[in-house]
């Protein structure tokens, strides 16, 4: 599994490539305690799925540890799920959830967060 860090639209972005499982969750973890935990937590959190092939109990531990991070103000949203990811996500009731964002692409994540930044 492979992590890379960035930010869109001035929001933090972790894009996850490979499986996100009990075996690659620390790595993961560690990340987003990083972002937390900095000189300026940020209130939304994007996750890339996309190049995410499988996702198992593990990875969604992480992801619902991330969501209790989330202010109650601010959102976590996924990016790019594959369709096996998305039943996961979907079956387990994780999307339905208030705070949680769905993006089809981080393109579509920036051009949302791009026209939302212009009405407010």
Not at 21 to 30: E, F, G, N, R
């Amino acid at each position: 599994m492979k992590l890379t860090e960035g930010r869109i639209q001035g929001v933090p972005v972790i894009v996850i490539e490979g499986d996100l499982d009990h075996s690659s969750k620390q790595a993961v973890l560690d990340s987003i305690t990083d972002i937390f935990e900095g000189a300026y937590p940020p209130k939304n959190l994007l996750i890339d799925l996309t190049d995410c092939a499988f996702l198992d109990s593990g990875g969604l531990s992480i992801l619902l540890t991330t969501l209790v991070r989330i202010p109650t103000d601010g959102w976590l949203g996924i990016v790019g799920a594959s369709a096996g990811t998305n039943r996961v996500l979907e079956y387990t009731g994780f999307l339905d959830r208030e705070q949680v964002r769905f993006f089809s692409s981080l393109s579509d994540a920036s051009a949302t967060l791009a026209r939302e930044k212009k009405l407010s």
